[in-house]
Each structure stands twice: as C-alpha cells, then as structure tokens.
C-alpha cells in the first residue's frame, strides 16, 4: 500500500511534464506472476475468462483475492482488464440492444441527437442516462442486464460497496472516426485551466473516485475499432496535465494496443489510463457498447443545500457590491465558492450537454458571467430556473 507520504504536494504544471518519465512507465511488462488469476495475457492486458472465476465469487476468500489482484493491475498494473464472457448468457444484451435502438431511432427523431464528449455531435449515436431509460422502458431487462455477478464483483473491488451506476450507449457505424487519447471523469473532463488549478494530491485522488468499463453488445474485431488502451500510462501522476499536449498524444498513437472483444466480454479501466475509442474501419459492423461509468459512494456532500435558493438570494447583494467597489471580485468570487454549485454533475445530459465537448456550464460560472454582463435580478433568475430544470432527471 502507497505511503501517504509520497502523495505529491504541489501543482502539475503541463509545461514540466515528461515525456520521458512516461516513455519509461509505459515500457513496462505485465508478468504472469502480475495476474495469477488471469486465463492469459495479451499485449501486457490481463484476460479473465469469467465462465471459470464465476463460481470463485460465491466464495467470500477467493472473491476478495480476485477482486485485490483486479484493483491492483488497474492501480499500479496495465491499468486495464478484460472480462471474458462477463455475461454468461447473451440473450440479456439483444434484448437490451433492441430496446436501447428504439430509444435511439425516437430520440434522434425528437432532437436530431445531442452532444457528445471528445466527438462531435452527430458522429454517433449516444443515449444518455441509459441506466435509467432502459430502466423505464423494460424494467424486467434492467434487472437481468444488471444481475451480474462478475460486473459487481469489479465495481466492488476498486471502489467498495455502495457504488453508484451510471451507463451511456454508444454506438459508432462504419466510418466512424477514432478519438484522440484522454483520461476520462473527474479531471479529465474539466477544461486544462480547470484542471492544472487543482493541487497535485487531488489528481492522485480523481482516478479512484470512478470506474470506467464498457459492455460489448456485439462482436468487436480491430477493424470495429474497439478502444485504444495504453497500459500502465495510468501510473503517470501528472497525466491529468499532460494528456493534451501533441508529444504525449504522439507517444500514444506510437504505442497504444486494441484487443478485439466478444458479444458478452466487458473491459474495464482506471480512468487515469490514457485510451481512445478507435477508428471504425469495417464495412458493416456497428460498434455497440454500453459504457459503465462507476461512481464511488463517498463523492457526495454531507448535507443537503439548496444551492439555487442560495444563488437567488445572493445575487441582488452581489450586483450591488461589485457596482459600488464595496466588495473586491476576489471577495465576491469567495462568496460565490461558497454559495454556488461550482461542478457541472450530475445533470441530465439531454437536456444540459457537454460544452465544448467536456461539460455544462456550472451554477458558479453562471454566477460569474451573470455579474460581469450586468444581468438584472429577474434575469439572473429566470435562466437560474431554466438551468435547475436543465439537470432534472
């Protein structure tokens, strides 16, 4: 276990990153010995053919064995596990499959179809909130499709009991163009500003705050385009700061890995670990995943506040003071830390997209926007009140 003594204090500044610290990490090889329980290992990635572990979650010893060694290749490890036959039986996923199709074809057919992050809207097909609506649609599939042992059982092992599933469909057609690398939720989905402004020890937090994994509802050979991974580049502690700069993106492109998956088989990653959605190059295979995104229990506030209660009341007394110099913008933007949601999630990506391909606009930086455009009261509320609605479920 990591000494907290050698959590790094300070902040990652993009310019000091090293290329050649991470060449080095991702040098790295996973060794049989890494991953004892693993059926085999292809291009440094361990493989879990879970038709022979399934039985071994029952037992509460083996369990806890399996799920140590799954935590430890995803924290210091490839970062990345396969799931071989998650689903045992993959009936679930056809039904689920044509259910989650009607959702697309209405959809698209209400709105044309929304945002996405790191592609361009239209470039697939997304449905957000797909835990939910597949819920609502056939709560019977939902409770079979998540009725999984092996899925739990992983959720489990990096991010303990009481997690919070969230799932977004996405399905790319033929010709459909690959991503560029990024790490993924919290830190990754923040803008470079945003990102470098928080201190070191908390991008050593972000990445076990969340599970990233995906479902394949169909068979995905490379030509599909399954996701591009780089092992071990999820060791690298300042790559929150350095995944957009073009020579750790090169370094990706030179050095990344695809595995094909199975109709059945789940993968499943640190979000820290670079990785992309690869090019859909066939000519009639119509990538199909549902992406598990998994939330620890512990990302939550101890109370609850009406935040937008607070914003309204607050504003006027803002406006006020940032006219007459009584308050300096520093002393207002304290106030506002403390008065307004500051994180744009959970919303409801429907109807609150990603701006710019990373997230909505949040309560606080309206707050700031609102002052600076000198916005009346009655404004500042009525678009208060269209944003509040923008993130209901």
Known sequence: MKDIRDTHIGYYDPETCDPEEFKALIAQDTQAEDAPFA??????????????????????????????????????????????????????????????????????????????????????????????????????????Y??????????????????????????????????????????????????????????????????????????????????????FSQAYRPGYAAWRREDFRALFEAHYVQLPLQKG?????????????????????????NLLQVSSAFGRAMETVDRDKMCRLTYPHALDAQRSGRLSNAEIAAAIASTAEGYAFPTNLDRDPPVNGLAPETQAAFFQRALSEGLDAAGFASHLEKMHQARQA
């Open 146 to 231: 998540f009725a999984n042992t092996a899925i739990a059982a992983i959720c489990e092992a990096w991010l303990g009991p009481n997690y919070q599933m969230t799932a977004q469909v996405n399905l790319v057609h033929p010709g459909g163009a690959a991503q560029q690398a990024h790490r993924d939720y919290h830190l990754g989905f923040q803008t470079a500003d945003v990102s470098a402004s928080y201190p070191a020890h908390v991008h050593e937090v972000s990445p076990i705050l969340t599970l990233q994994g995906a479902v394949a509802h169909c068979d995905m050979p490379i030509e599909s385009g399954p996701t591009k991974l780089l092992p």
């Open 39 to 144: 059926c085999e290992i292809q291009k440094n990635i361990p493989l879990y053919d879970m038709a022979a572990l399934r039985p071994d979650l029952e037992d509460p010893v083996r369990r806890r064995a399996i799920q140590q060694e799954w935590a430890r290749v995803m924290h210091s490890g490839a970062g990345v596990v396969v799931l071989k036959a998650a689903y045992a039986d993959t009936a679930v996923l056809d039904r689920a499959t044509q259910i989650y199709e009607q959702i697309i074809a209405a959809e698209k057919e209400g709105s044309g179809g929304g945002g996405d992050h790191f592609a361009a809207s239209g470039a697939n097909d997304r449905i957000w909130n797909a835990l939910q609506k597949l819920c609502e649609a056939a709560p019977d599939v939902f409770l079979d």
């Open 265 to 289: 088989d789940a993968v499943f990653f640190s979000p820290a670990l670079f990785h992309a959605a690869g090019a859909n190059t066939s000519a009639d295979i119509h990538r199909f995943a």
